[in-house]
């Protein structure tokens, strides 16, 4: 998984921190190796044509959420079909607002892959109810918290002192003690490294 992590980054030419802490240390392939993948991922760059920047900006977005074609396609066509509303603030909240995203935020997990594979697993509630499905939306009001008998397992094991020294984003409530999260609002305020107008124009042809 791991080198086809580093693959994609490559190429896509940007870190989308998909191995977590990995991408914060020297050890990062974007540091370590930030040319495309191939014998001629050294060779100069071509400049891209708009629709080429367009389609490099989607997968971007696509892979660092980890979302399918038909998932993507369907965020991007929903939010464009609402008039009078701000799109690209539609589209970061219903990005956001998946549950494996949210994991991932509240620092539950080291990435979104990682998040995945913790819910899939059935490790999390929601309002005390399992869920495993990494595009549950989550809402306000909304209670998550770590399946008791999941805490005691290796993977949770040096999240208490992981969470003590995080900040959460402003939409996410963390009871440190607990290890539980209420939703408080739809995200805001969140500052992503893709150019969203880019694209909803892509999906706007």
């Not at 629709?51 to 989607?58: D, F, I, V």
């Not at 971007?60 to 939010?79: C, T, W």
């Not at 494996?100 to 979104?112: C, E, V, Y």
């Not at 607990?178 to 124009?201: A, G, H, M, Y």
């Amino acid at each position: 998984m791991h080198k086809s992590a580093e693959k994609k980054e490559r190429s896509l030419g940007m870190k989308l921190f998909l191995k977590g802490e990995r991408c914060n240390s020297p050890k990062c392939v974007m540091v370590r190796r930030p040319h495309k993948p191939g014998v001629h991922g050294k060779a100069r760059r071509r400049m891209l044509s708009e629709y080429g920047q367009q389609l490099l900006e989607k997968q971007r977005i696509k892979v660092s959420y980890g979302l399918k074609e038909a998932q993507m396609r369907n965020i991007f066509k929903n939010a464009l079909s609402k008039t009078g509303s701000a799109i690209g603030e539609i589209i970061i909240k219903s990005l956001e607002r998946r549950f494996d995203n949210t994991i991932f935020r509240l620092g539950f997990a080291s990435s979104r892959i990682v998040a995945r594979q913790l819910i899939n697993h059935g490790h999390f509630f929601v309002n005390e109810r399992k869920v495993n499905i990494p595009s549950f939306r989550v809402k306000s009001g909304d209670i998550i918290s770590i399946k008791p008998q999941s805490k005691n397992l290796l993977i949770f094991k040096d999240l208490p002192n992981i969470i003590k020294k995080y900040e959460a984003p402003d939409w996410l409530a963390i009871d440190k003690e607990k290890l539980e999260c209420r939703i408080i609002s739809l995200p805001k305020n969140v500052e992503i490294p893709f150019d969203i107008n880019l694209v909803v124009d892509y999906y706007s042809r």
